[in-house]
Nanobody
Framework: QVQLVESGGGMVQAGGSLRLSCAASGRTFGLYKMFWYRQAPGKEREFVAFITWSIGSLYYADSVKGRFTISGDSAKNTVWLQMNNLKPEDTAIYYC???????????WGQGTQVTVSS
């Protein structure tokens, strides 16, 4: 099993920045990809970004491209999401997820709330 704990959420004004952290523990040696997702009130959970441990590839949703940056340290089993130029539509619960292989169920954290006021 893998446990994921997010931190760093909070309330910020539009245009501001936040940095989310996700620490993985447990059986982390098999993890190959780490993700950030978010879920806004009344909406489905949506993909935000991922990073692969082995080759460091990054990928972002179009809605955050150019504003958010995902990074990670596989030795520390930690991934970060730097969020700049935040907009009210970025308000959501942000979840960290981890995968051991393509197509397998992901492990999920408990989420951290991000609120952006206009």
């Amino acid at each position: 099993q893998v446990q994921l704990v997010e931190s760093g959420g909070g309330m910020v004004q539009a245009g501001g920045s936040l940095r989310l952290s996700c620490a993985a523990s447990g059986r982390t040696f098999g993890l190959y990809k780490m993700f950030w997702y978010r879920q806004a009130p009344g909406k489905e959970r949506e993909f935000v970004a991922f990073i692969t441990w082995s080759i460091g590839s990054l990928y972002y949703a179009d809605s955050v491209k150019g504003r958010f940056t995902i990074s990670g340290d596989s030795a520390k089993n930690t991934v970060w999401l730097q969020m700049n130029n935040l907009k009210p539509e970025d308000t959501a619960i942000y979840y960290c997820a981890a995968a051991e292989a393509p197509g397998r169920d992901k492990y999920w954290g408990q989420g951290t709330q991000v609120t952006v006021s206009s």
